[in-house]
């Protein structure tokens, strides 16, 4: 694989009506789903984000089960 190309001049466009988070790391755009409950934590690595480690949280409301 070749080095990839980046266009400085690249726009994207994101709907300011939807919840979400977005990472841009090298020209790549990756939305971040939105959940119902949890906790996101995002590791950096030579000042990109590495990943993104995702935990859920369930409330307790006289389930039978979880």
Not at 9 to 34: C, F, Q, R, W
Not at 52 to 63: A, C, P, S, V
């Amino acid at each position: 694989m070749g080095e990839r190309k980046i266009d400085r001049d690249m726009i994207a466009e994101i709907d300011l009506h939807e919840n979400g988070l977005y990472v841009v790391s090298d020209g790549l755009l990756t939305k971040v789903v939105p959940k119902s409950f949890g906790e996101d934590t995002i590791t950096w690595q030579n000042n990109k984000v590495f990943e993104i480690k995702r935990t859920e949280k369930i409330r307790l409301n006289g389930q039978d089960m979880v």
